[in-house]
């Protein structure tokens, strides 16, 4: 199969949102996200939108000096929020849409919740960037950014494609992309223009994407290939695994296995590549929560509901101790560990007993 998310975002991106490099984006959304302030509980009831020079709109309330200018997204996700149909708004003139919005907001009165606000201080004025609900849990962009590049290993690196979506262009390091609303990056070990590699060869790749103001989910596909060519259509994918979420509670979850995934990954390496992915899996579909491996005085008694020894569940956490220093008890420590404890067993039928229980308690799957 073919990939095209990645090409969609070559064809259509404007220059300013195309980076060459992990550094230059995350020098642009780290400073975006330092100029940025939340709201965690406003009371949006209070706030009143008003108009502005040059056709725009702003939201005021008591607690703000200066009205904050609307974007087009946190606009719209006001008129979301008090039923006014968005593609209605422009449709009517300044004034007309400021009465409609404030009447709205006065009739919502008590059924209005509280809101997150999330402003932007940078000039030439301040912004409202975005206005979601209390239950919204922000994954900043610049996190996104940060981590990945601070634990992609030697070797991977964002394709080259034709410069700002024109095909035949000039060939230039793409793959980056970052706007107000969202955050897009796809990276590869090899296999592109720069680097086709052999026929027939599978190369890695991932793909990211995240929005702080709520436009998108946060999420990543990883996937083998044959090649990407100049536009970053993606050719020959196979063994794609997508994880995704939404942002409420649970999205600190998805990061941290997210974060696993970067911590596994090998450079050209196909069984590192397939960890990297079992990995995340295992830190997303865990039914164990067994997090101290200084002792079995907690982690017998949890894994014992699954069906474990306690004798298997020693063995688990010795190899644990043997091969890590640095283990914390996660469950991918643990599917470690009885993987470990498991290669020790000399009757086939029992190591493989052990293994498929433990994929099956930690994986939630059964490997064959």
């Known amino acids: 199969m073919n990939l095209y998310q990645a090409h969609h975002e070559w064809a259509t991106r404007p220059p300013d ?3 060459a490099s992990l550094a230059d984006l995350y020098a642009t959304v780290k400073a975006r996200d330092e100029q940025s302030t939340e709201t965690l509980a406003a009371d949006v009831r209070s706030a009143r939108v008003v108009p ?12 703000l000096a200066v009205p904050r200018v609307f974007t087009n997204w946190s606009l719209g996700q006001l008129a979301t929020r008090i039923d006014v149909p968005r593609n209605f708004l422009p449709k009517l003139s300044l004034g007309v849409t400021t009465d409609v919005l404030n009447d709205r907001l006065e009739r919502c009165g008590q059924a209005l919740p509280e809101a997150s606000l999330l402003g932007w201080n940078g000039s030439p004025e301040p912004t409202l960037r975005a206005l979601t609900s209390q239950r919204y849990e922000r994954l900043w962009d ?3 950014v940060g981590d990945t590049q601070a634990r992609l290993p030697e070797g991977w690196r964002n394709p080259v494609a034709y410069k700002d979506g024109e095909f035949g262009a000039d060939l230039v390091p793409s793959g980056l992309y970052a706007s107000d609303r969202d955050l897009f990056m796809f990276l590869i070990d090899g296999g592109d223009q720069v680097d086709l590699g052999k026929d027939g060869e599978a190369h890695h790749g991932f793909i990211v994407w995240n929005s702080e103001v709520g436009a998108a989910t946060f999420g990543w596909m990883a996937f083998y290939f044959e090649k990407v060519c100049g ?15 939404r942002h409420l509670r649970g999205i600190h979850d998805l990061f941290a296995a997210y974060q696993v995934f970067l911590g596994e990954l090998r450079t050209q390496d196909h069984q590192g590549f397939a960890l990297a992915v079992e990995a995340a899996r295992a ?46 008890g996660s ?11 498991a290669r020790r067993i ?22 064959g």
């Open 283 to 328: 830190e997303l579909a865990v039914k164990i929560e067994a997090t101290d491996v200084a002792t079995l005085s907690q982690a017998v008694p949890r894994f014992k509901k699954e069906g474990f020894g306690a004798g298997e569940v020693a063995n688990a956490l010795a190899s644990i101790h043997q091969e890590s220093r640095d283990a914390t």
């Open 17 to 19: 949102e195309r980076f």
């Open 331 to 341: 469950r991918w420590d643990w599917l470690q560990g009885f993987t470990a404890a």
């Open 231 to 245: 536009n970053n259509i993606i050719w020959g994918a196979h063994d794609v695994h997508q994880f995704k979420a």
């Open 346 to 367: 000399s009757h086939v039928d029992a190591r493989v007993d052990l293994e498929q229980r433990a994929s099956k308690a930690l994986l939630g799957v059964v490997r």
């Open 142 to 144: 610049s996190k996104v």
């Open 52 to 63: 502005l020079d040059g056709g725009r709109l702003g939201l005021t309330d008591a607690t």
